[in-house]
């Protein structure tokens, strides 16, 4: 990885902190139901390479988690596996579509 993708893999980590810290003062409907403001950093490193964005989706499941308070419950594990498999269906889904001229999404 060079230095320039590490660098914004690491600005990308920060905003989505930033954004999953600001879906803490909205109320919530529901406990595990949020906004999901930090899933747009997900969406602008949709252009990095695969290692990078799946750094990102761990770091973001994993500190957004410690900074809520809910590191080692079940809601963790729901949330890291839900980032983990949109993430990666967001990735192959965008992968499939710069594969072919007319754009499918």
């Known amino acids: 990885m060079q230095l320039r993708s590490k660098n914004y893999t690491a600005y990308l980590c920060a ?8 879906e803490m003062f909205f109320p919530r409907v529901l406990p595990f139901l949020k906004p999901g403001f930090s ?9 990095s390479d695969f290692k990078s964005l799946f750094m990102l989706l ?12 809910i590191l080692f419950s079940p809601f963790f594990i729901l949330s890291f596996s839900q980032s983990v498999v949109s993430g990666l269906v967001m990735f192959f889904l965008y992968r499939v579509n710069l594969k072919f001229k007319e754009k499918i999404f």
């Open 15 to 22: 905003l989505s902190l930033l954004f999953s810290y600001a």
């Open 39 to 47: 899933n747009i950093a997900v969406l602008l490193a949709l252009g």
């Open 58 to 69: 761990v770091f973001k499941s994993v500190a957004g988690s410690f900074m809520q308070g």
